[in-house]
């Protein structure tokens, strides 16, 4: 892409998401900038070649893609300092701020300003992103571009716009949901006997190839525990006594929980 891409607020997500736009060859870290108040945590991304500043509206003139990437408390002010800066003829706006809507984006920053939602999660940054994507005004045609930016480093998945903090919850917070069940297997495997680098080693690696036989095989995931439930065997009784001391339940009282959370972080009087 030739386009000019600026990241307003480069944190964890931000940062991800440059990063996986270089790997993937998508961008040239020259064509990303990178904003945030303190631009000294940035030194490692300017040494590679990203632009730093700490001056959102001289990133916004610069570029042609504008991504916001601050918390949603942060975003009110954010979006008052640039609002002059946007050209609604010459700018996209990409947010990928939890429980934000596009309409809030666009009363600060106008009415004609495309917007796109974008909820994706840190693995953004290997190419391995769960990424959603909802907009109520945006082009075809920039939806069809957005979609292949993102796709450039994960899945995309386009979404009705009510749907996003759904997608927040099981997609962007879902990354931590599985790496604390990989934390504690391995630390299941360490009451069992191993080292607790094994341990965690075999722990990700069994999770990866749980993963995959699900995305290769397209089965759901209790036709492949079928073929592991040995009859009286050890497996179903280690699952059995999951699920009673409630392993499904709190993943889903969890995940409901996370996706209520993500609809309330924003207020626009923040
Ligand atoms: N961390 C994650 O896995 C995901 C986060 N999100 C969303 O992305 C947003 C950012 O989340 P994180 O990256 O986790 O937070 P973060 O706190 O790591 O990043 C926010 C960054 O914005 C910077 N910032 C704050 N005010 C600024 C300003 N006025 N100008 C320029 N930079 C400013 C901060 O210095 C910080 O580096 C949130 O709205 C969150 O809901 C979405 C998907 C996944
Ligand atoms: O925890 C949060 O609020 C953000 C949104 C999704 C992932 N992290």
Do not use: W
Not at 228 to 243: D, Y
Request: a negative charge.
């Amino acid at each position: 892409m030739n386009k000019k891409i600026a990241i307003i607020g480069s944190g964890n997500i931000g940062l991800s998401l440059a990063k996986g736009l270089v790997k993937a060859d998508f961008a040239q870290a020259g064509d990303i900038i990178l904003t945030r108040r303190n631009i000294n945590h940035l030194k490692s991304f300017a040494e590679a070649g990203f632009v730093v500043s700490n001056n959102n509206n001289q990133a916004v003139s610069n570029a042609d893609v504008i991504i916001l990437a601050v918390l949603p408390q942060q975003l009110n002010a954010v979006l008052d300092e640039i609002s002059s800066s946007i050209d609604s003829k010459k700018h996209l706006v990409i947010s990928v701020i939890s429980g934000v809507s596009c309409v809030a984006v666009r009363e600060k920053l106008g009415d004609d300003v495309e917007v796109i939602r974008v909820m994706p999660n840190t693995a953004i940054a290997i190419g391995q992103s769960m990424t959603c994507l909802a907009s109520d005004n945006a082009s075809d045609e920039n939806i069809i571009s957005v979609t292949k930016m993102f796709e450039t480093v994960g899945s995309v998945v386009k979404i009705n716009e009510d749907l996003m903090t759904s997608a927040t919850a099981l997609c962007a917070c879902g990354i931590a949901f599985f790496l604390r069940a990989i934390r504690a297997a391995s630390q299941g495997g360490v009451e069992i006997g191993f080292h607790a680098d094994e341990a965690l080693k075999m722990a990700v690696q069994t999770a990866k190839g749980a993963a995959d036989l699900l995305l290769l095989h397209g089965t759901h995931p209790e036709s492949e525990i079928d073929k592991v439930t040995s009859p009286k065997g050890c497996t179903i009784a280690g699952l059995n006594e999951m699920e009673h001391n409630g392993f499904s339940s709190s993943l889903i009282k969890g995940i409901k929980l996370s996706a209520l959370k993500a609809g309330n972080l924003y207020t626009k009087e923040s």
